[in-house]
């Protein structure tokens, strides 16, 4: 009977997960074989480790460096929006139900249509440099679409993540028990104290989920990168489609998209680290 | 004299009322340009009249026409990308529903060894970086001659779609409270009725929702689509992007993203409506 149990258990379990699980790993199987000269496409397949050694160069450093920092950018700076949203959701006020499914929306608004929407508000000649120039605050427009840092892309990375950090945030503070505040005004903290001591300690857990689920989909951007970044340096995965793309080097592409996986891995293990550590566990 | 003098506790207490009410409305209105202005800027550039062309520094067009969606509606590719889009997304979805159904069952009803590893690896779709996903399950696709075909995209976007069927899906079986199934097991239901009348119907809502996310992210899908599917299957995300990369038309774009977003914020709202938050967060929040 047991036996029966387990077999199906394992049955019932392929549809789904082994349908994710076979995809992935044959992508991920295809990338590291490319990236190490086998199922070469335009070339001669054999074992090779040219395709490393020759990896990084200047303009895969700079690609590197301009995904991290748009990565940490994005993540942190969605992270000063939402945390206080998140805070000040928790009270209960009049109209706090519609102000949510207002908050909501950019969710669901695909990535393309948010980096439109955005760029018609930070254009050279869009909304906000005519209301900085109208306000008297700066003389010429400010170029911040397509400009060397980057802004564009934080910009429209920034508004379309708000919304998904605050969903994860807002659930964890959910989690602190309402007695633990209540004892700590009764011993007489202040707002202040109970913020510092009790609800971000307590709220740092779905920080961290929070960013770090930020920065791996923004590291590993392309289509927002694409339509809204500088052209010098391009984003990772813009360097590795088109290098794979346009100069029909698969397996330097390959090599590439390893770096990207390896650095998202990276992240989610210090993430789990950090977790521990925080929760005193090391 | 005649009028009562207010306690002093009760002016702090009405001023603080007044603050934060003032602080709320503030917030709602900061909310209402930080999306709707957007918003508003992409509806009004796609009623552009090119006779009357919108440029700096009018705040507003001086005419507006329908001129764009006619424009946009008979000279490029959006028909056909429409059909592909909503032929490739309820078909995604239906595969996801099926092949979600028994995992879910499981992992929602069932304890056994690995459960929380398979619940970790079942989200990877949405973790995994996408445009590498992308370009090297079509070599794996071009291999098996799935690559520029119908099949494989229906294929990619399952994959995407799944994730979010399958942890809302489990939510739902593991919301199911065993009292129930016990009752309906003494009272001698067999495993098909249990499956009819108790399964099914409790985890109904969760299919509702499910079947809104998968289709959402069927019909939002680029990467998978730009690399699989361009040049032979145009969606409304790719035609957008052309739109907006390649030759940047501002007002074409406009009329092209307001096909795409205006049915997904509907379905938000649909979802909304009929379901509780639990399934947004259970779809997106807690990890």
């Known amino acids: 009977m047991r036996e029966k149990t387990r077999l199906s258990t394992i049955l019932l379990l392929i549809p789904g997960a082994g349908f994710i699980f076979i995809f992935l790993s044959a992508a991920i199987i295809m990338t590291i074989l490319q990236s190490l000269g086998l199922f070469s496409i335009t070339r001669a397949s054999r074992f090779s480790l040219e395709y490393w050694q020759t990896l990084f160069d200047r303009e895969v450093i700079d690609s590197l460096l301009f995904s991290l920092k748009v990565g940490l950018g994005s993540s942190l700076g969605t992270l000063l929006f939402s945390y206080p949203l998140a805070l000040f959701m928790r009270k209960r006020f009049f109209g706090r139900q519609s102000l949510g499914s207002l908050l909501k929306i950019p969710i669901f608004v695909p990535a393309l249509v948010a980096a439109f929407l955005i760029i018609n508000l930070i254009a050279f000649h869009g909304i906000v440099n005519y209301l900085l120039q109208a306000l008297g605050i700066i003389h010429e427009p400010l170029r911040m679409l397509r400009d060397k840092f980057g802004w564009g892309v934080l910009f429209i990375q920034v508004w379309k993540n708000t919304p998904f950090q605050l969903l994860i945030i807002s659930s964890s503070l959910e989690t602190i028990r309402t007695d633990i505040e209540d004892a700590a005004m009764n011993l007489g903290a202040g707002k202040l104290a109970l913020l510092r001591h009790i609800i971000l300690p307590l709220s740092i857990p779905g920080i961290l989920v929070a960013v770090i689920l930020v920065f791996i989909m923004t590291f590993g951007d392309y289509a927002i990168t694409k339509v809204a970044g500088p052209v010098y340096p391009i984003s990772l995965s813009i360097r590795m489609h088109t290098t794979a793309t346009m100069f029909q080097e698969w397996n330097r592409a390959a090599g590439i998209g390893v770096i990207i996986i390896v650095v998202s891995l990276l992240f989610v293990w210090l993430y789990s680290r950090l977790a521990r550590f925080l929760q005193g566990s090391m | ?287």
């Open chain 2, 1 to 287: 004299m005649a009028q009562q003098v207010k306690p002093h506790y009760r002016i702090v207490e009405q001023r603080r009322r007044a603050f934060r009410t003032t602080l709320v409305v503030f917030f709602i209105l900061v909310q209402l340009v930080w999306i709707g202005v957007p918003m508003l800027m992409a509806v009004l550039w796609s009623l552009v009249n090119p006779d009357y062309p919108w440029s700096y520094p009018q705040v507003f067009p001086s005419h507006l026409s329908f001129y764009q969606w006619n424009y946009v509606f008979k000279f490029t590719d959006i028909v056909r990308a429409i059909a592909t889009s909503y032929s490739v997304a309820p078909s995604a979805t239906f595969l996801t529903f099926l092949l979600a159904l028994p995992t879910a069952y499981i992992l929602g009803r069932r304890k056994f060894p690995g459960r929380e590893a398979i619940k970790i690896l079942i989200l990877l779709p949405i973790i995994m970086p996408g445009m590498v996903v992308a370009l090297f399950l079509s070599r794996v696709f071009s291999f098996i001659g799935l690559d520029q075909n119908f099949f494989g995209l229906i294929l990619g976007h399952t994959l995407m779609a799944m994730p979010y069927m399958l942890r809302i899906l489990t939510t739902s079986f593991e919301a199911i409270p065993q009292d129930i199934i016990d009752a309906a097991e003494n009272l001698g239901a067999g495993s098909f009725v249990k499956f009819t009348e108790i399964f099914i119907p409790m985890v109904l809502p969760g299919l509702f929702a499910g079947t809104i996310f998968s289709f959402i992210t069927s019909l939002e899908e680029f990467n998978l689509t730009f690399v699989m599917g361009t040049p032979t299957f145009e969606t409304i995300p790719t035609i957008l992007f052309a739109f907006l990369g390649y030759h940047f038309i501002r007002t074409n774009a406009a009329v092209v993203a307001l096909i795409l977003m205006i049915p997904n914020i509907t379905m938000l709202f649909i979802a909304e409506r009929f379901l509780k938050t639990q399934y947004l967060a259970a779809a997106l929040g807690k990890m």
